[in-house]
Nanobody, 127 residues
Framework: QVQLVESGGGLVQPGDSLRLSCTASGRTDSSYTMGWFRQAPGKERESVAGVGRLGISTYVADSVKGRFTISKNGAKNTVYLQMNNLNPEDTAVYYC????????????????????WGQGTQVTVSS
C-alpha cells in the first residue's frame, strides 16, 4: 500500500502564493505518476496538474495555466504544486494522487489513472 500526505495549505489573500507538497510512503520502491486534484464546496472534483514518473512530463489544467506549476523530485515520490497569484476561485481542498500507470496529454486528468489518494489539504483564498 501507498500512503500520501499533503502539506502546505492555508489561508492566504488574493495575489499570494502557496506551495503544496505531497510525499508518498509505504510501498515506494517504484516511481509513481503523481497529480493534484481539487474540490471546492458544492462542486465536483477537478484535475489541477499531473507529472510523469520521472518528473519530466508535466500537465496543467487550463484554468490554472500560467499560475500553477507542478514538479516532482525526479524518480522520488514527492510532488509539489507551486501556486502563484491565487484568487478566491482557487479555494478548495487539494488532493494529491499517485499511481503506477503512465500519463500523457490525453489521460493525466482522469482520476482513474491514479490508485492512491491523500486526505487533502485546505487552501482558502480570501481577503
Amino acid at each position: 500500500q501507498v500512503q500520501l500526505v499533503e502539506s502546505g495549505g492555508g489561508l492566504v489573500q488574493p495575489g499570494d502564493s502557496l506551495r503544496l507538497s505531497c510525499t508518498a510512503s509505504g510501498r515506494t520502491d517504484s516511481s509513481y505518476t503523481m497529480g493534484w486534484f481539487r474540490q471546492a464546496p458544492g462542486k465536483e472534483r477537478e484535475s489541477v496538474a499531473g507529472v510523469g514518473r520521472l518528473g519530466i512530463s508535466t500537465y496543467v489544467a487550463d484554468s490554472v495555466k500560467g499560475r500553477f506549476t507542478i514538479s516532482k523530485n525526479g524518480a522520488k515520490n514527492t510532488v509539489y504544486l507551486q501556486m502563484n497569484n491565487l484568487n478566491p476561485e482557487d479555494t478548495a481542498v487539494y488532493y494529491c494522487a499517485a499511481g503506477p500507470k503512465g500519463i500523457y496529454s490525453g489521460n493525466w486528468n482522469n482520476s482513474s489513472v491514479y490508485d492512491y489518494w491523500g486526505q487533502g489539504t485546505q487552501v482558502t483564498v480570501s481577503s
